[in-house]
Protein backbone atom coordinates (compact mmCIF):
# COMPACT_ATOMS: atom_id res chain seq x y z
CA UNK A 1 0.00 0.00 0.00
CA UNK A 2 1.80 3.39 -1.14
CA UNK A 3 5.31 1.68 -1.42
CA UNK A 4 6.32 3.48 -4.32
CA UNK A 5 5.20 6.42 -3.21
CA UNK A 6 6.07 5.93 0.66
CA UNK A 7 9.95 5.35 -0.79
CA UNK A 8 9.94 8.89 -2.72
CA UNK A 9 8.86 10.94 0.06
CA UNK A 10 11.10 8.88 2.47
CA UNK A 11 14.01 9.50 0.35
CA UNK A 12 13.03 12.81 -0.62
CA UNK A 13 12.69 13.78 3.52
CA UNK A 14 16.00 11.60 4.10
CA UNK A 15 18.43 14.46 2.20
CA UNK A 16 17.04 17.29 4.57
CA UNK A 17 18.65 15.37 7.92
CA UNK A 18 22.35 16.82 6.94
CA UNK A 19 20.94 20.49 6.93
CA UNK A 20 22.28 22.60 9.53
CA UNK A 21 19.13 24.83 9.15
CA UNK A 22 16.39 25.33 6.79
CA UNK A 23 16.84 27.25 4.30
CA UNK A 24 14.54 28.63 1.43
CA UNK A 25 17.38 27.07 -1.47
CA UNK A 26 17.66 23.63 0.51
CA UNK A 27 13.75 23.59 0.58
CA UNK A 28 13.21 24.56 -2.67
CA UNK A 29 14.48 21.38 -3.72
CA UNK A 30 13.07 19.16 -1.42
CA UNK A 31 9.73 20.51 -2.08
CA UNK A 32 10.55 20.12 -5.89
CA UNK A 33 11.04 15.98 -5.71
CA UNK A 34 8.08 16.17 -3.21
CA UNK A 35 6.08 17.74 -6.15
CA UNK A 36 7.68 14.65 -8.80
CA UNK A 37 7.12 12.14 -6.17
CA UNK A 38 3.51 13.11 -5.89
CA UNK A 39 2.49 13.75 -9.62
CA UNK A 40 3.82 10.12 -10.07
CA UNK A 41 1.68 9.04 -7.48
CA UNK A 42 -1.22 9.81 -9.42
CA UNK A 43 -2.14 12.52 -7.41
CA UNK A 44 -4.15 15.55 -8.99
CA UNK A 45 -1.94 18.93 -10.40
CA UNK A 46 -4.00 21.11 -8.88
CA UNK A 47 -3.78 18.95 -5.14
CA UNK A 48 0.07 18.61 -5.59
CA UNK A 49 0.64 22.32 -6.35
CA UNK A 50 -1.25 23.56 -3.10
CA UNK A 51 0.01 20.94 -0.69
CA UNK A 52 3.92 21.66 -1.51
CA UNK A 53 2.98 25.67 -1.68
CA UNK A 54 1.71 24.49 1.84
CA UNK A 55 4.39 22.81 2.81
CA UNK A 56 7.05 25.31 1.94
CA UNK A 57 5.85 28.40 3.44
CA UNK A 58 5.20 26.41 6.84
CA UNK A 59 8.75 25.31 6.55
CA UNK A 60 10.14 28.59 5.76
CA UNK A 61 7.63 30.59 8.21
CA UNK A 62 8.00 28.06 11.46
CA UNK A 63 10.63 28.04 13.63
CA UNK A 64 12.40 24.80 14.39
CA UNK A 65 12.20 24.22 18.26
CA UNK A 66 15.52 23.81 19.87
CA UNK A 67 15.30 20.46 20.82
CA UNK A 68 14.20 18.91 17.55
CA UNK A 69 16.32 18.92 14.09
CA UNK A 70 15.16 20.54 10.90
CA UNK A 71 14.77 17.50 9.67
CA UNK A 72 12.50 16.45 12.30
CA UNK A 73 10.76 19.48 12.16
CA UNK A 74 9.67 19.55 8.18
CA UNK A 75 8.87 15.73 8.59
CA UNK A 76 6.26 16.95 11.04
CA UNK A 77 4.90 19.52 8.71
CA UNK A 78 4.91 16.81 5.63
CA UNK A 79 2.68 14.30 8.07
CA UNK A 80 0.54 16.87 9.27
CA UNK A 81 -0.29 18.30 5.33
CA UNK A 82 -0.90 14.44 4.58
CA UNK A 83 -3.03 14.29 7.63
CA UNK A 84 -4.86 17.10 6.30
CA UNK A 85 -4.61 16.07 2.61
CA UNK A 86 -6.64 12.85 3.37
CA UNK A 87 -9.09 14.72 5.18
CA UNK A 88 -7.83 15.59 8.53
CA UNK A 89 -10.00 13.40 11.34
CA UNK A 90 -11.55 10.08 10.64
CA UNK A 91 -15.46 9.92 9.40
CA UNK A 92 -16.60 6.74 11.03
CA UNK A 93 -19.39 4.79 9.97
CA UNK A 94 -22.93 5.35 11.34
CA UNK A 95 -23.12 2.51 13.38
CA UNK A 96 -25.80 4.13 16.49
CA UNK A 97 -28.79 3.71 16.52
CA UNK A 98 -31.15 0.90 17.08
CA UNK A 99 -32.00 0.32 12.79
CA UNK A 100 -29.59 1.52 9.93
CA UNK A 101 -29.83 0.75 6.55
CA UNK A 102 -26.73 1.43 4.05
CA UNK A 103 -26.24 1.24 0.35
CA UNK A 104 -23.61 0.31 -1.57
CA UNK A 105 -23.41 1.78 -5.33
CA UNK A 106 -20.69 1.81 -7.57
CA UNK A 107 -19.52 0.85 -11.24
CA UNK A 108 -19.20 -2.32 -12.41
CA UNK A 109 -16.21 -4.37 -11.65
CA UNK A 110 -14.71 -1.72 -8.45
CA UNK A 111 -15.54 -4.74 -5.94
CA UNK A 112 -18.94 -3.48 -4.59
CA UNK A 113 -20.55 -6.96 -4.31
CA UNK A 114 -17.31 -8.36 -2.45
CA UNK A 115 -17.50 -5.32 -0.74
CA UNK A 116 -20.53 -5.78 0.96
CA UNK A 117 -19.68 -8.74 2.60
CA UNK A 118 -16.46 -7.43 4.40
CA UNK A 119 -18.47 -5.10 5.41
CA UNK A 120 -21.39 -7.03 6.96
CA UNK A 121 -18.21 -9.25 8.59
CA UNK A 122 -16.82 -5.77 10.26
CA UNK A 123 -19.81 -4.57 11.71
CA UNK A 124 -20.85 -8.20 13.23
CA UNK A 125 -17.07 -8.62 14.54
CA UNK A 126 -16.20 -5.15 15.77
CA UNK A 127 -19.82 -3.23 16.54
CA UNK A 128 -21.87 -6.50 17.23
CA UNK A 129 -24.46 -5.69 14.97
CA UNK A 130 -26.41 -9.00 13.33
CA UNK A 131 -26.52 -7.64 9.64
CA UNK A 132 -28.60 -8.37 6.52
CA UNK A 133 -27.56 -8.24 3.37
CA UNK A 134 -29.84 -7.53 0.52
CA UNK A 135 -29.48 -8.22 -2.93
CA UNK A 136 -30.53 -5.67 -5.40
CA UNK A 137 -28.11 -6.27 -8.45
CA UNK A 138 -30.83 -7.42 -10.59
CA UNK A 139 -29.46 -7.27 -14.10
CA UNK A 140 -26.37 -9.25 -13.29
CA UNK A 141 -27.81 -13.09 -11.85
CA UNK A 142 -24.36 -13.39 -11.06
CA UNK A 143 -24.03 -10.93 -8.73
CA UNK A 144 -26.94 -12.27 -6.75
CA UNK A 145 -25.41 -15.88 -6.72
CA UNK A 146 -21.79 -14.17 -5.60
CA UNK A 147 -23.27 -12.44 -2.75
CA UNK A 148 -25.08 -15.47 -1.30
CA UNK A 149 -21.52 -17.52 -1.51
CA UNK A 150 -19.79 -15.00 0.60
CA UNK A 151 -23.31 -14.99 2.70
CA UNK A 152 -22.54 -18.51 3.34
CA UNK A 153 -19.36 -18.38 3.87
CA UNK A 154 -19.33 -15.94 6.21
CA UNK A 155 -22.65 -17.04 7.38
CA UNK A 156 -24.38 -13.89 6.68
CA UNK A 157 -28.26 -14.40 5.88
CA UNK A 158 -28.67 -12.58 2.32
CA UNK A 159 -32.11 -11.50 1.33
CA UNK A 160 -32.93 -11.62 -2.27
CA UNK A 161 -35.73 -11.72 -4.53
CA UNK A 162 -34.47 -12.42 -7.93
CA UNK A 163 -35.15 -9.72 -10.34
CA UNK A 164 -37.83 -7.78 -9.29
CA UNK A 165 -37.88 -4.26 -8.42
CA UNK A 166 -35.32 -3.22 -6.09
CA UNK A 167 -37.76 -0.50 -4.16
CA UNK A 168 -39.74 -3.23 -3.56
CA UNK A 169 -36.96 -5.74 -2.45
CA UNK A 170 -36.15 -3.62 -0.35
CA UNK A 171 -39.25 -2.84 1.24
CA UNK A 172 -39.95 -6.30 1.59
CA UNK A 173 -36.21 -6.69 3.26
CA UNK A 174 -36.69 -3.96 5.63
CA UNK A 175 -40.31 -5.82 7.24
CA UNK A 176 -38.00 -9.48 7.01
CA UNK A 177 -35.33 -7.61 9.23
CA UNK A 178 -37.28 -6.15 11.72
CA UNK A 179 -39.50 -9.12 11.93
CA UNK A 180 -36.04 -11.37 12.81
CA UNK A 181 -33.84 -9.73 14.74
CA UNK A 182 -31.30 -7.72 12.02
CA UNK A 183 -30.24 -4.35 13.41
CA UNK A 184 -27.79 -3.40 9.62
CA UNK A 185 -29.38 -3.61 6.31
CA UNK A 186 -26.57 -3.35 3.53
CA UNK A 187 -28.17 -3.14 0.48
CA UNK A 188 -25.91 -4.24 -2.66
CA UNK A 189 -26.97 -1.94 -5.69
CA UNK A 190 -26.36 -2.41 -9.96
CA UNK A 191 -23.71 -1.31 -11.44
CA UNK A 192 -22.17 -0.41 -15.15
CA UNK A 193 -19.36 0.09 -16.79
CA UNK A 194 -19.83 3.37 -16.97
CA UNK A 195 -22.03 6.43 -15.54
CA UNK A 196 -25.34 6.31 -17.30
CA UNK A 197 -28.57 8.23 -16.78
CA UNK A 198 -30.48 5.04 -16.29
CA UNK A 199 -28.48 3.71 -13.04
CA UNK A 200 -28.60 7.37 -11.46
CA UNK A 201 -32.47 7.58 -11.78
CA UNK A 202 -32.78 3.58 -10.42
CA UNK A 203 -29.91 4.52 -7.39
CA UNK A 204 -32.16 8.48 -6.97
CA UNK A 205 -35.53 6.15 -6.84
CA UNK A 206 -34.30 3.98 -4.02
CA UNK A 207 -32.49 6.57 -2.02
CA UNK A 208 -35.10 8.56 -1.68
CA UNK A 209 -37.81 5.79 -0.84
CA UNK A 210 -35.50 4.88 2.15
CA UNK A 211 -33.88 6.56 4.91
CA UNK A 212 -30.24 5.94 4.45
CA UNK A 213 -27.60 5.92 7.53
CA UNK A 214 -24.76 5.74 4.71
CA UNK A 215 -24.73 6.03 1.20
CA UNK A 216 -20.98 4.32 0.35
CA UNK A 217 -19.59 4.60 -3.44
CA UNK A 218 -16.84 1.63 -4.06
CA UNK A 219 -14.19 2.94 -6.10
CA UNK A 220 -11.49 0.83 -7.64
CA UNK A 221 -8.54 2.80 -6.62
CA UNK A 222 -6.04 1.41 -9.49
CA UNK A 223 -8.71 3.85 -12.08
CA UNK A 224 -6.27 6.78 -10.74
CA UNK A 225 -7.75 9.94 -11.80
CA UNK A 226 -10.29 9.10 -13.55
CA UNK A 227 -11.88 7.95 -9.97
CA UNK A 228 -12.43 11.94 -9.30
CA UNK A 229 -14.54 12.41 -11.96
CA UNK A 230 -16.78 8.98 -11.26
CA UNK A 231 -16.71 9.85 -7.26
CA UNK A 232 -18.16 13.79 -9.20
CA UNK A 233 -20.76 12.37 -11.26
CA UNK A 234 -22.27 9.79 -8.34
CA UNK A 235 -21.79 12.90 -5.64
CA UNK A 236 -23.95 15.13 -7.86
CA UNK A 237 -27.27 12.75 -8.25
CA UNK A 238 -27.04 11.18 -4.58
CA UNK A 239 -25.98 11.84 -0.78
CA UNK A 240 -22.56 10.29 -0.53
CA UNK A 241 -21.85 10.01 2.84
CA UNK A 242 -18.46 8.39 1.85
CA UNK A 243 -16.31 6.05 -0.03
CA UNK A 244 -14.90 2.47 0.14
CA UNK A 245 -11.23 2.52 -1.55
CA UNK A 246 -10.43 -1.02 -2.87
CA UNK A 247 -7.72 -3.27 -4.05
CA UNK A 248 -5.16 -1.01 -2.14
CA UNK A 249 -3.01 -4.25 -1.68
CA UNK A 250 -2.40 -4.27 -5.11
CA UNK A 251 -0.25 -2.23 -7.57
CA UNK A 252 -1.63 1.04 -6.61
CA UNK A 253 0.28 4.80 -6.79
CA UNK A 254 -2.46 6.02 -4.08
CA UNK A 255 -3.02 9.41 -5.96
CA UNK A 256 -7.13 8.70 -5.73
CA UNK A 257 -6.81 8.62 -1.61
CA UNK A 258 -4.72 11.70 -1.63
CA UNK A 259 -6.87 13.69 -3.94
CA UNK A 260 -10.66 12.38 -3.19
CA UNK A 261 -11.69 14.46 -0.55
CA UNK A 262 -9.63 17.58 -1.28
CA UNK A 263 -11.80 17.60 -4.61
CA UNK A 264 -14.82 16.40 -3.70
CA UNK A 265 -15.39 16.57 -0.06
CA UNK A 266 -16.39 12.79 0.06
CA UNK A 267 -14.30 11.03 3.03
CA UNK A 268 -13.12 8.22 2.74
CA UNK A 269 -14.64 5.59 5.00
CA UNK A 270 -13.29 2.38 4.45
CA UNK A 271 -10.17 0.60 2.97
CA UNK A 272 -10.07 -2.44 1.09
CA UNK A 273 -6.39 -4.08 2.00
CA UNK A 274 -6.87 -7.99 1.10
CA UNK A 275 -8.80 -10.04 -0.71
CA UNK A 276 -9.90 -11.77 2.33
CA UNK A 277 -13.51 -11.00 4.33
CA UNK A 278 -11.60 -9.31 7.03
CA UNK A 279 -9.62 -7.48 4.30
CA UNK A 280 -11.42 -4.28 4.70
CA UNK A 281 -10.11 -1.52 7.19
CA UNK A 282 -11.06 1.65 8.67
CA UNK A 283 -9.60 4.57 7.35
CA UNK A 284 -8.09 7.00 9.43
CA UNK A 285 -5.78 9.97 7.86
CA UNK A 286 -3.43 10.26 10.50
CA UNK A 287 -2.73 6.39 10.39
CA UNK A 288 -2.47 6.50 6.91
CA UNK A 289 0.38 9.54 7.05
CA UNK A 290 2.69 8.07 9.43
CA UNK A 291 2.73 4.96 6.65
CA UNK A 292 3.11 7.08 3.96
CA UNK A 293 6.30 8.21 5.51
CA UNK A 294 7.57 4.88 7.10
CA UNK A 295 6.87 5.83 10.77
CA UNK A 296 4.62 2.53 10.94
CA UNK A 297 0.85 2.28 12.23
CA UNK A 298 1.00 1.22 16.16
CA UNK A 299 -2.69 1.53 16.38
CA UNK A 300 -3.91 -0.49 13.43
CA UNK A 301 -1.15 -2.87 14.36
CA UNK A 302 -2.77 -3.11 18.34
CA UNK A 303 -6.26 -3.30 16.83
CA UNK A 304 -5.22 -6.23 14.95
CA UNK A 305 -4.00 -8.32 17.76
CA UNK A 306 -6.66 -6.95 20.08
CA UNK A 307 -9.46 -8.77 17.66
CA UNK A 308 -7.96 -12.40 18.27
CA UNK A 309 -6.45 -11.85 21.62
CA UNK A 310 -9.06 -11.64 24.63
CA UNK A 311 -8.55 -9.89 27.32
CA UNK A 312 -7.79 -13.32 29.75
CA UNK A 313 -5.75 -14.66 27.47
CA UNK A 314 -3.58 -11.99 27.44
CA UNK A 315 -3.27 -11.86 31.10
CA UNK A 316 -2.93 -15.77 31.64
CA UNK A 317 -0.25 -15.04 29.03
CA UNK A 318 1.27 -12.30 31.29
CA UNK A 319 1.62 -14.58 34.12
CA UNK A 320 3.01 -17.56 32.01
CA UNK A 321 5.97 -14.91 31.21
CA UNK A 322 6.47 -13.84 34.12
CA UNK A 323 6.94 -17.57 35.57
CA UNK A 324 8.45 -18.80 32.66
CA UNK A 325 6.33 -21.57 32.32
CA UNK A 326 5.20 -20.49 28.51
CA UNK A 327 5.03 -23.74 26.69
CA UNK A 328 4.83 -25.15 23.38
CA UNK A 329 1.06 -25.55 23.57
CA UNK A 330 1.01 -21.69 24.15
CA UNK A 331 3.51 -21.08 21.34
CA UNK A 332 1.06 -22.96 18.47
CA UNK A 333 -1.75 -21.06 20.45
CA UNK A 334 -0.29 -18.04 19.72
CA UNK A 335 0.80 -19.63 16.66
CA UNK A 336 -2.69 -19.48 15.29
CA UNK A 337 -3.68 -16.67 16.54
CA UNK A 338 -1.30 -15.17 14.43
CA UNK A 339 -2.31 -16.82 11.30
CA UNK A 340 -6.17 -15.10 11.52
CA UNK A 341 -4.17 -11.85 11.39
CA UNK A 342 -3.84 -12.24 7.89
CA UNK A 343 -0.50 -12.15 6.03
CA UNK A 344 2.87 -11.61 7.90
CA UNK A 345 4.31 -9.53 5.78
CA UNK A 346 1.01 -6.80 5.91
CA UNK A 347 1.42 -6.99 9.93
CA UNK A 348 5.39 -6.37 9.71
CA UNK A 349 4.98 -3.34 7.49
CA UNK A 350 3.31 -1.66 10.10
CA UNK A 351 5.51 -1.60 12.66
CA UNK A 352 7.69 1.96 12.64
CA UNK A 353 11.04 1.95 11.17
CA UNK A 354 10.45 -1.96 9.20
CA UNK A 355 12.14 -0.53 6.22
CA UNK A 356 15.13 0.94 7.75
CA UNK A 357 15.55 -2.53 10.04
CA UNK A 358 15.79 -4.43 6.79
CA UNK A 359 12.07 -5.91 6.76
CA UNK A 360 10.39 -3.79 4.08
CA UNK A 361 9.80 -6.59 1.32
CA UNK A 362 10.08 -9.20 3.99
CA UNK A 363 7.93 -12.33 2.15
CA UNK A 364 6.49 -15.22 4.19
CA UNK A 365 5.31 -18.52 2.72
CA UNK A 366 2.27 -19.13 4.48
CA UNK A 367 3.85 -22.72 4.30
CA UNK A 368 6.56 -22.45 6.72
CA UNK A 369 4.12 -21.83 9.41
CA UNK A 370 2.04 -24.70 8.28
CA UNK A 371 5.49 -26.65 8.81
CA UNK A 372 6.13 -25.55 12.21
CA UNK A 373 2.27 -26.40 13.34
CA UNK A 374 3.00 -29.45 11.86
CA UNK A 375 6.09 -29.87 13.73
CA UNK A 376 4.49 -28.57 17.51
CA UNK A 377 1.33 -31.57 16.22
CA UNK A 378 3.88 -34.37 15.61
CA UNK A 379 4.71 -34.18 19.65
CA UNK A 380 2.47 -35.28 22.31
CA UNK A 381 1.02 -33.22 25.05
CA UNK A 382 3.53 -34.31 27.26
CA UNK A 383 7.02 -33.05 25.14
CA UNK A 384 4.58 -29.71 24.48
CA UNK A 385 4.62 -29.20 28.35
CA UNK A 386 8.00 -30.17 28.89
CA UNK A 387 10.17 -29.45 25.83
CA UNK A 388 13.03 -29.77 27.83
CA UNK A 389 12.66 -34.04 27.48
CA UNK A 390 12.99 -33.86 23.60
CA UNK A 391 16.31 -35.39 22.57
CA UNK A 392 17.53 -37.29 19.45
CA UNK A 393 15.48 -40.39 19.44
CA UNK A 394 12.17 -38.19 19.85
CA UNK A 395 13.16 -35.50 17.51
CA UNK A 396 13.52 -37.92 15.23
CA UNK A 397 10.19 -39.18 15.46
CA UNK A 398 8.72 -35.84 15.49
CA UNK A 399 10.78 -35.23 11.91
CA UNK A 400 8.97 -38.26 10.62
CA UNK A 401 5.57 -37.80 12.04
CA UNK A 402 5.72 -34.17 10.44
CA UNK A 403 7.71 -34.89 7.41
CA UNK A 404 9.85 -32.51 8.02
CA UNK A 405 13.71 -32.65 9.07
CA UNK A 406 15.41 -33.23 12.20
CA UNK A 407 17.30 -30.16 11.58
CA UNK A 408 14.28 -28.14 11.34
CA UNK A 409 13.08 -29.21 14.48
CA UNK A 410 16.29 -28.33 16.20
CA UNK A 411 15.74 -25.23 14.22
CA UNK A 412 12.33 -24.59 15.76
CA UNK A 413 12.77 -25.19 19.54
CA UNK A 414 16.11 -23.36 19.74
CA UNK A 415 13.93 -20.42 18.48
CA UNK A 416 11.30 -21.41 21.50
CA UNK A 417 14.02 -21.08 23.73
CA UNK A 418 15.52 -17.59 22.82
CA UNK A 419 11.77 -16.31 22.83
CA UNK A 420 10.79 -18.21 26.14
CA UNK A 421 13.77 -16.30 27.70
CA UNK A 422 12.34 -13.25 25.89
CA UNK A 423 9.64 -13.00 27.38
CA UNK A 424 10.69 -14.34 30.53
CA UNK A 425 12.79 -10.79 30.36
CA UNK A 426 10.11 -8.65 29.73
CA UNK A 427 7.13 -10.39 32.03
CA UNK A 428 10.20 -9.62 34.92
CA UNK A 429 11.27 -5.99 33.73
CA UNK A 430 14.38 -6.98 32.85
CA UNK A 431 14.25 -6.76 28.81
CA UNK A 432 16.31 -3.63 27.96
CA UNK A 433 14.91 -1.76 24.40
CA UNK A 434 17.13 -0.79 21.33
CA UNK A 435 16.04 2.75 22.10
Do not use: W
Not at 251 to 274: E, W
Not at 276 to 281: A, F, N, P, S, V
Amino acid sequence: MFESLGDRLQAVVSKIKGYGKITEENISEIVRDIRLALLEADVNYTVVKEFTNKVKEKALGEEVQKSLKPSEQFVKIVKDELVELLGGNQAPLVTDGSFNMLMLVGLQGSGKTTAIGKLANLLRKKYNKKPLMVACDIYRPAAIDQLKQIGRELNIEVYEEGQKNPVEIITNAVNYAKSNGFNYILVDTAGRLHIDETLMEELKKISSNFKFSEILLVIDSMMGQDAINVITGFNESLPLTGAILTKLDGDTRGGVALSVRHLTNVPIKMIGVSEKMDGLEEFYPDRMATRILGMGDIMTMLEKAESVINEDEAKDLSKKMRKGTYDLNDFLNNLRQIKRLGPLENLIKLIPGAKKMGLGNVEINPKDMAHIEAIVLSMTPYERRHPEVLKASRKQRIAKGSGREVSEVNRLLNQFEQMKTMMKNMGNGNMKLPF
